[in-house]
Protein backbone atom coordinates (compact mmCIF):
# COMPACT_ATOMS: atom_id res chain seq x y z
CA UNK A 1 0.00 0.00 0.00
CA UNK A 2 2.88 2.45 1.02
CA UNK A 3 4.32 2.36 -2.73
CA UNK A 4 1.02 2.39 -4.21
CA UNK A 5 -0.06 5.39 -2.27
CA UNK A 6 3.77 7.18 -2.81
CA UNK A 7 2.85 6.38 -7.05
CA UNK A 8 -0.55 8.26 -6.62
CA UNK A 9 1.14 10.92 -4.79
CA UNK A 10 3.75 11.34 -7.10
CA UNK A 11 1.45 11.30 -10.08
CA UNK A 12 -0.49 13.87 -8.56
CA UNK A 13 2.21 16.19 -8.03
CA UNK A 14 3.91 15.29 -11.69
CA UNK A 15 0.52 16.28 -13.03
CA UNK A 16 0.25 19.74 -11.57
CA UNK A 17 1.13 22.05 -14.37
CA UNK A 18 4.23 24.31 -14.53
CA UNK A 19 3.56 28.05 -15.43
CA UNK A 20 4.22 29.00 -18.87
CA UNK A 21 5.42 32.44 -20.04
CA UNK A 22 3.40 35.42 -20.91
CA UNK A 23 4.85 35.91 -24.65
CA UNK A 24 2.92 39.21 -25.01
CA UNK A 25 5.15 41.92 -23.38
CA UNK A 26 3.26 44.44 -21.01
CA UNK A 27 0.11 42.17 -21.25
CA UNK A 28 -0.83 43.15 -17.72
CA UNK A 29 -0.12 47.13 -18.57
CA UNK A 30 2.04 47.69 -15.47
CA UNK A 31 4.62 49.09 -17.17
CA UNK A 32 1.82 51.72 -18.94
CA UNK A 33 1.07 52.50 -22.66
CA UNK A 34 3.85 50.98 -23.90
CA UNK A 35 4.40 47.93 -25.95
CA UNK A 36 1.63 47.86 -28.23
CA UNK A 37 -0.92 50.14 -30.51
CA UNK A 38 -4.20 51.12 -30.86
CA UNK A 39 -6.04 52.44 -33.26
CA UNK A 40 -7.77 54.45 -30.67
CA UNK A 41 -6.36 57.91 -29.88
CA UNK A 42 -4.35 58.21 -26.62
CA UNK A 43 -6.00 60.48 -24.41
CA UNK A 44 -4.59 60.53 -20.44
CA UNK A 45 -5.76 62.86 -19.33
CA UNK A 46 -9.94 62.44 -19.81
CA UNK A 47 -12.39 61.28 -21.90
CA UNK A 48 -14.26 63.52 -24.44
CA UNK A 49 -15.38 61.33 -27.39
CA UNK A 50 -15.24 57.77 -28.90
CA UNK A 51 -12.27 55.65 -30.07
CA UNK A 52 -9.99 57.22 -27.19
CA UNK A 53 -7.93 55.49 -24.68
CA UNK A 54 -6.12 55.86 -21.95
CA UNK A 55 -3.56 53.09 -18.94
CA UNK A 56 -4.43 53.91 -15.90
CA UNK A 57 -5.68 52.48 -12.10
CA UNK A 58 -9.55 53.24 -12.40
CA UNK A 59 -11.23 53.65 -15.28
CA UNK A 60 -13.53 56.40 -12.78
CA UNK A 61 -12.84 59.62 -13.21
CA UNK A 62 -11.15 59.20 -16.65
CA UNK A 63 -14.88 59.29 -17.61
CA UNK A 64 -17.44 60.48 -15.02
CA UNK A 65 -19.85 57.90 -15.86
CA UNK A 66 -17.49 55.10 -15.54
CA UNK A 67 -17.81 52.63 -12.62
CA UNK A 68 -14.95 52.75 -10.63
CA UNK A 69 -12.67 49.39 -10.40
CA UNK A 70 -9.32 48.35 -9.55
CA UNK A 71 -7.05 45.98 -12.22
CA UNK A 72 -7.73 42.64 -12.80
CA UNK A 73 -4.37 42.01 -11.66
CA UNK A 74 -4.00 43.26 -8.28
CA UNK A 75 -6.50 45.64 -7.83
CA UNK A 76 -4.07 48.21 -7.34
CA UNK A 77 -2.33 48.17 -11.05
CA UNK A 78 -2.88 49.55 -14.33
CA UNK A 79 -5.02 48.72 -17.17
CA UNK A 80 -6.67 49.48 -20.81
CA UNK A 81 -9.58 51.85 -20.30
CA UNK A 82 -11.24 52.28 -23.77
CA UNK A 83 -14.17 54.22 -25.01
CA UNK A 84 -15.82 52.10 -27.89
CA UNK A 85 -16.11 53.98 -31.55
CA UNK A 86 -19.46 52.89 -32.78
CA UNK A 87 -17.32 51.55 -36.12
CA UNK A 88 -16.09 48.26 -36.46
CA UNK A 89 -12.88 46.83 -37.21
CA UNK A 90 -11.05 49.42 -35.38
CA UNK A 91 -7.70 48.27 -33.51
CA UNK A 92 -8.30 48.25 -30.08
CA UNK A 93 -5.05 46.95 -29.16
CA UNK A 94 -1.96 45.08 -30.93
CA UNK A 95 0.89 43.81 -30.20
CA UNK A 96 4.42 43.83 -31.83
CA UNK A 97 5.51 40.19 -34.08
CA UNK A 98 5.99 38.19 -31.66
CA UNK A 99 8.72 34.90 -31.89
CA UNK A 100 6.44 31.80 -31.73
CA UNK A 101 7.08 27.95 -32.26
CA UNK A 102 5.76 26.31 -35.41
CA UNK A 103 3.37 23.48 -34.99
CA UNK A 104 2.02 24.47 -31.39
CA UNK A 105 -0.87 24.99 -29.84
CA UNK A 106 -1.35 28.78 -28.27
CA UNK A 107 -3.96 30.24 -26.59
CA UNK A 108 -4.42 34.36 -26.52
CA UNK A 109 -6.73 35.38 -24.03
CA UNK A 110 -7.74 38.80 -22.27
CA UNK A 111 -9.67 39.72 -19.44
CA UNK A 112 -12.47 42.36 -19.82
CA UNK A 113 -14.63 44.35 -18.14
CA UNK A 114 -17.74 46.26 -19.13
CA UNK A 115 -17.31 50.08 -17.71
CA UNK A 116 -20.45 51.45 -18.23
CA UNK A 117 -21.71 52.93 -16.20
CA UNK A 118 -22.02 53.69 -12.73
CA UNK A 119 -25.76 54.15 -12.98
CA UNK A 120 -28.04 52.49 -14.99
CA UNK A 121 -28.71 53.12 -18.53
CA UNK A 122 -31.09 52.13 -20.51
CA UNK A 123 -30.29 50.43 -24.34
CA UNK A 124 -26.52 49.86 -23.35
CA UNK A 125 -24.96 47.85 -25.32
CA UNK A 126 -22.30 44.92 -24.82
CA UNK A 127 -18.70 45.76 -25.87
CA UNK A 128 -17.53 42.97 -28.24
CA UNK A 129 -13.95 41.88 -29.09
CA UNK A 130 -13.16 39.92 -32.03
CA UNK A 131 -9.76 38.30 -31.43
CA UNK A 132 -7.49 38.57 -34.60
CA UNK A 133 -3.99 37.25 -35.72
CA UNK A 134 -1.63 37.60 -38.58
CA UNK A 135 1.11 34.51 -38.92
CA UNK A 136 4.24 35.15 -40.80
CA UNK A 137 2.75 38.42 -41.55
CA UNK A 138 -0.01 36.83 -43.35
CA UNK A 139 -3.87 37.91 -43.90
CA UNK A 140 -5.34 38.49 -40.14
CA UNK A 141 -7.20 35.19 -39.41
CA UNK A 142 -10.27 36.19 -36.80
CA UNK A 143 -10.41 33.63 -34.16
CA UNK A 144 -13.49 34.58 -32.40
CA UNK A 145 -15.68 37.59 -31.56
CA UNK A 146 -16.28 37.73 -27.70
CA UNK A 147 -18.92 39.77 -25.36
CA UNK A 148 -18.43 41.03 -22.49
CA UNK A 149 -22.38 41.30 -20.66
CA UNK A 150 -23.54 45.10 -20.72
CA UNK A 151 -25.76 44.37 -17.50
CA UNK A 152 -22.54 43.35 -15.76
CA UNK A 153 -20.72 46.27 -15.47
CA UNK A 154 -17.62 46.37 -13.09
CA UNK A 155 -16.93 42.65 -13.17
CA UNK A 156 -14.09 40.92 -15.10
CA UNK A 157 -14.83 38.50 -17.62
CA UNK A 158 -12.13 36.10 -19.03
CA UNK A 159 -11.90 35.50 -22.68
CA UNK A 160 -10.58 33.05 -24.61
CA UNK A 161 -9.50 31.79 -27.75
CA UNK A 162 -6.73 29.17 -29.16
CA UNK A 163 -5.04 28.60 -32.56
CA UNK A 164 -2.05 26.17 -33.69
CA UNK A 165 0.94 27.81 -35.17
CA UNK A 166 1.45 25.86 -38.41
CA UNK A 167 4.14 26.00 -39.85
CA UNK A 168 4.41 30.00 -38.50
CA UNK A 169 7.66 30.96 -36.64
CA UNK A 170 5.70 34.54 -35.92
CA UNK A 171 2.21 35.96 -34.78
CA UNK A 172 0.99 39.52 -34.63
CA UNK A 173 -2.00 39.62 -32.05
CA UNK A 174 -4.96 42.09 -32.14
CA UNK A 175 -8.03 42.92 -30.35
CA UNK A 176 -10.75 44.76 -32.81
CA UNK A 177 -13.96 46.31 -31.74
CA UNK A 178 -16.79 44.34 -32.92
CA UNK A 179 -19.36 46.59 -31.72
CA UNK A 180 -20.93 49.74 -33.99
CA UNK A 181 -23.39 51.12 -31.26
CA UNK A 182 -22.51 54.26 -29.63
CA UNK A 183 -24.08 53.21 -26.12
CA UNK A 184 -22.51 51.58 -24.02
CA UNK A 185 -19.75 50.44 -25.61
CA UNK A 186 -16.58 51.09 -23.16
CA UNK A 187 -14.27 48.72 -21.42
CA UNK A 188 -11.21 47.95 -19.75
CA UNK A 189 -8.82 45.40 -20.88
CA UNK A 190 -6.26 43.44 -18.32
CA UNK A 191 -3.91 40.68 -18.74
CA UNK A 192 -3.67 40.00 -22.02
CA UNK A 193 -2.08 36.88 -22.91
CA UNK A 194 -0.36 34.67 -25.17
CA UNK A 195 1.00 31.44 -23.75
CA UNK A 196 0.67 27.41 -24.40
CA UNK A 197 -1.62 27.06 -21.10
CA UNK A 198 -4.91 28.98 -20.65
CA UNK A 199 -5.07 31.57 -17.85
CA UNK A 200 -8.72 31.85 -18.10
CA UNK A 201 -9.61 28.60 -17.54
CA UNK A 202 -7.16 27.75 -15.03
CA UNK A 203 -5.66 25.39 -13.03
CA UNK A 204 -6.13 23.56 -9.96
CA UNK A 205 -4.65 26.05 -7.25
CA UNK A 206 -2.10 24.36 -4.57
CA UNK A 207 -4.68 24.18 -1.75
CA UNK A 208 -6.86 22.09 -4.10
CA UNK A 209 -3.89 20.14 -4.80
CA UNK A 210 -3.28 19.84 -1.03
CA UNK A 211 -6.90 18.62 -0.59
CA UNK A 212 -5.95 15.96 -3.25
CA UNK A 213 -2.70 14.43 -1.85
CA UNK A 214 -4.69 14.35 1.47
CA UNK A 215 -7.59 12.31 0.17
CA UNK A 216 -4.68 9.93 -0.95
CA UNK A 217 -3.86 9.39 2.32
CA UNK A 218 -7.14 9.21 3.82
CA UNK A 219 -8.27 6.38 1.16
CA UNK A 220 -4.50 4.55 2.23
CA UNK A 221 -5.45 5.05 5.82
CA UNK A 222 -8.65 3.27 5.22
CA UNK A 223 -7.24 0.54 3.18
CA UNK A 224 -4.61 -0.08 6.25
CA UNK A 225 -7.39 -0.20 8.88
CA UNK A 226 -9.81 -3.34 6.70
CA UNK A 227 -6.22 -5.04 5.67
CA UNK A 228 -5.58 -4.95 9.96
CA UNK A 229 -9.40 -6.07 10.73
CA UNK A 230 -9.26 -8.84 8.10
CA UNK A 231 -6.11 -10.66 9.91
CA UNK A 232 -7.58 -10.40 13.29
Known sequence: MRIGLALAVAAATAAVPATAANLITNGDFEAGNTGFTSGYAYSPGGNSTEGQYTVRSNPFPWNSAFVSRGDHTTGTGLMYVGNGAPTLGDIVWQSST?????NTNYFF????????????????????????ISLD????????????????????????????????????????????????????????????????????????????????????????????????
Open 137 to 232: GGAPTDLATLTIPANQAGTWFGLSTSFNSGTATTVQLSLINANNLRQGNDFAVDDITLSTRSVVNGVPEPSSWAMLLAGFGAVGGLMRRRRTVAAA
Open 98 to 102: IAIAA
Open 109 to 132: EAFAMNVCCSFVLPGNSDPNFTFR
